[in-house]
Each structure stands twice: as structure tokens, then as C-alpha cells.
């Protein structure tokens, strides 16, 4: 087993949101995670992951939550939630709810391609190149419903990379990369740890512990780490994050509460991560 690896999951603008928080309070604290052996993001944790890798700062990302940048302006419907829900939990087989999720997001009517790339290349800034070290970014293969990885070696662009990861199925189109289409690296696990599989230290931040459907949560996934040999420590959303983030993860006037709880949260978990991470 090798070195760190900082597991990124997603959790929409105001998951991501904590996310940033939770970044900015660890590295406050003095944990070093720049000093990860690779990142690995999914959806919003692809985003700032990327922008994190990139040598943006943890607090620069924190701040501009608090200041209202980096806003996403996603509407999504009663009727987009219910043909998502009504896709992923109609079958207890993980395979076929992915696939059932995947073909239903290839047939609905929602904008175009160039809303995803716009929107993430938004959220980037002026972040465009692959990182010098490692960076993992997860998503979905629509058409077989299986996690991809791409990294710097992909026949992708970062942000095509981070595009398809953050490709929410019904309310965004799946991206085309490669020759092939690509949905939200969600879909099936909301962190994707176990692309941290041969890593001795583990930190995963997880907005959202659990995909929707019959899929492994990152508890269990974590759990499955720490039976092959490796320390792991998981943090998502304590009870008063919870509340200050509410339901509905796109809302926008959640997230700069999201994001001081995030910040609060791992303030209190610095001890129990350096253990881990530093130990």
C-alpha cells in the first residue's frame, strides 16, 4: 500500500458548499492537504478538487462560498425529481438502477451540452490544465453504467473530465468525451472511495454519504478500506450541518451557512484527521 489519498464526493452547490468549509477548517487547522498522494473528486468534489490540486487555496475556496461566488443557478423541477427517483430506486440490483438511471437521463428533453460545459468551466475559473500531481475524477458511462476514471492521461480535457462528473442525470444532459456519453460520477456512489483502494491513509469528505438507490454508501465503503489494511477517516455532514443545509442541495441561500457549518465541523474532527492523515 502507497501514501494519502483525499476522496472528494459530491453533494450539489450546497454539499459542495460544506465541502469547501470542511477544506478551508482542515487546512486552518494545519493539516497539509496539499500534500495528498492523489485527489479524488466526484461532481462538486471534482470541481473543487481540481481547483484545490490546482494550488488554489482551501481558505480562497471558502471564501468566495461566503461572498456568494461561484453560484450555479440549477432549477430543478417536481418532475425532473420524479422521473430521477422513479429511474434509481426501480430495481434493488445496483447494475440495473444505474442503468435504468442512465437510460432515462440519455431520453429526457434538457438543454444542451454546452449548459454542463459552461456552467463547470464557470466553476473552475482559470483552471484548464491537468494538475502536475495526481488527480482521479469519477464519472458514470451511460451507456453501460459503469464508473469511469479520468485522469491526466485520459484522452480527456480537465474539463470534460469534470464536466461528465458533475452531469446531474434529467436535469443536465450526459456530456460527450471520448467517443462516448458520461453522467454525474454520483449516480452510484456519491464518493467513489473505493478508487482509494492500495492507499494506506485515506480522507474522504463526503456532503452526501449515500447515492440514491441500491448502491454502497461511503460508510461502507470506508468500512471495506479499513478491512484491506488501510486508515481511514470519513467526515460528512454532522446534525447541525444537516440543518442549515436542508434538503434541497441546490438551493443557493444555503450555501454560505452550509459552508460555516463545513468549516465548524472539521475544526472539531482536526484532531481525529491529523491521527490519521499526519500519523
Known sequence: MRGTALVLGGGGPVGGAWLTGALAGLAGAGIDLGSADVVIGTSAGAVFGSRLRSG????????????????????VTARQTARFLWAALGSRDPQRSVERLARTALRARTGPESDVFDTVGALLGGVRDWPERELRIAAVDAGSGRTGVFDAHSPATLLEAV????????VWPPVTVAGRRWMDGGSRST????LARGFRRVLALAPVPRAVGPHPSAPQQAAELSDDGARVILLSPDRAARRVMGRNLVDDTRRSAAARAGHA???????AVADVWQG
Open 56 to 75: 488554489v487555496p482551501a481558505a480562497e475556496l471558502y471564501e468566495r462560498q461566503l461572498s456568494g461566488a461561484d453560484a450555479v443557478r440549477l432549477p
Open 163 to 170: 464536466a461528465a462528473s458533475c452531469a446531474v442525470p434529467v
Open 191 to 194: 464518493a467513489n472511495l473505493q
Open 265 to 271: 465541523q472539521a475544526r472539531a474532527s482536526a484532531p
